[in-house]
């Protein structure tokens, strides 16, 4: 504190009551009542006098309104940071942290996401966004947390709990096709009654018998529920960890809706497997931890968890979501190669996701309000599906087309024997 004024050690012990509310970037008025405050409390504490408060009060000096341009990536470093204790012990002075961040594409994208939130945010009440990107063995490419770290540093990616809807049910289908169902099976849409429940579709219709892979691309909700009591609630849990899901999960049907918290990574981390073919990931940051003279402190080794799906229902499961893009509820986020991915929409439109995937790149997006108000008539399927379409359209710029993995990228194994014996 010998390089700082009076004034600028008050705010900097105001800060720690609250530091995104009290932040001079995010709220400059704020942030001089709280200083205004502490001076207050030295001065009744002995440690100040009245004068010096009030000359510390007139010789404040300017605060810095922004964050250098090159200073990007600050949600991802402040998780790195968070993370090294776990790796190398204190001692080793200074060390070099090498991490799988992509640093053109992450200043790229953080000026996209601000730009979408500029362009459509007050119109849909949309306050903030958040993304993440994985590579197929769980590399984490990208990292935002929030429309801007200089006003908040609150970690939407990771640290916020929030309602997938939707974009859990992948997780349901899942657990069906383990239970022998088929992408073709018939399932009845119709109303549904679970002791007072009754769970209904978004658009209120109802489609009598429809295939599992139609029920999956158009997000309907009884089919769901109905593919979650066969499932089982136990057994369907028991599916959603092996993915990756680590929030507590609540043990009733509503699971199937997505009704229950978890962050974009964790979600977006049990997607993978239905990108890479079938293994799990545990979404990492570091690669390496060196010293300043070079010595090796700390190497990743290992790819995670193995297989935690079988081949044969990746490629299923990659023919339901490629649908969900192509004539689905995600139509705003199709590639012109080969992906798949899920909308999720939370009950009043307060979160909106889309999660979705190609063969060498897997992403999430969160849309909301910190304070879960409500926004206007958003859904997965729209802004969070557009800027995933502008992020994965830009990222896969000049990358190899490759099909998911699975024998036909659209239809279940069988398809097209059945289809030209018939002719």
Do not use: C
């Amino acid at each position: 504190f010998r390089s700082v004024s009076t004034y600028q050690a008050a705010m900097l012990a105001g800060l720690l009551k609250a530091p995104s509310r009290y932040n001079p970037l995010a709220d400059p008025k704020q942030a001089q009542a709280r200083t205004r405050q502490v001076l207050a409390n030295m001065v009744n504490a002995g440690y100040l006098t009245e004068a010096g408060a009030a000359r510390a009060m007139r010789r404040k000096s300017a605060v810095i309104d922004k964050i250098p341009a090159q200073r990007s990536a600050r949600y991802f470093i402040d998780w790195v940071l968070a993370q090294i204790p776990s790796y190398v012990s204190p001692g080793h002075g200074d060390i070099v942290v090498e991490t799988t961040l992509d640093p053109g594409l992450q200043r790229w994208t953080e000026a996209e996401v601000r730009a979408v939130i500029a362009e459509s945010g007050r119109a849909a009440r949309i306050s903030e966004a958040a993304l993440v990107a994985l590579a197929p063995d769980g590399a984490v490419r990208i990292m935002i947390g929030g429309k801007r770290y200089a006003n908040s540093q609150f970690n939407r990616a990771v640290q916020a709990l929030r309602q997938p809807g939707s974009a859990f049910k992948p997780i349901v289908y899942l657990g069906a096709l383990e239970q022998g169902l088929k992408p073709d099976t018939m399932l009845l849409d119709a109303p549904l009654d679970i002791g007072g429940w009754e769970p209904r579709n978004f658009d209120r219709r109802y489609r009598g018998n429809v295939t599992m892979r139609v029920a999956l691309a158009d997000s309907i909700n009884t089919v769901a529920v109905r593919l979650g009591r066969k499932v089982g609630i136990d057994r369907l849990i028991k599916t959603a960890r092996r993915l990756g899901i680590t929030s507590p999960m609540r043990r009733d049907l509503s699971l199937a809706l997505g009704a229950v918290e978890m962050s974009l990574l964790e979600l977006t981390g049990a997607y993978a497997p239905f990108a890479n073919g079938g293994a799990g990931v545990w979404p990492y940051a570091i690669r390496a931890i060196k010293s300043k003279d070079g010595r090796v402190l700390y190497e990743r080794s290992g790819s995670g968890p193995g297989r935690v799906v079988k081949a044969e229902h990746v490629a299923a499961m990659n023919g339901m979501l490629a649908k969900v893009l192509i004539d689905g509820t995600g139509k705003h986020a199709k590639l012109d190669r080969p992906a798949a991915g899920k909308t999720g929409t939370s009950q009043n439109s307060r979160d909106a996701w889309f999660i979705g995937y190609t063969p060498q790149l897997i992403a999430g997006v969160w849309m909301g309000n910190d304070d879960g108000t409500p926004m206007q008539r958003v859904t997965g399927g729209g802004l969070p599906a557009v800027l995933w379409k502008r992020f994965m359209t830009h990222a896969l710029d000049g990358a190899e087309e490759r099909d998911l993995p699975g024998a036909d990228p659209f239809e279940e194994k069988g398809f097209w024997e059945r289809l030209f014996s018939s002719l």
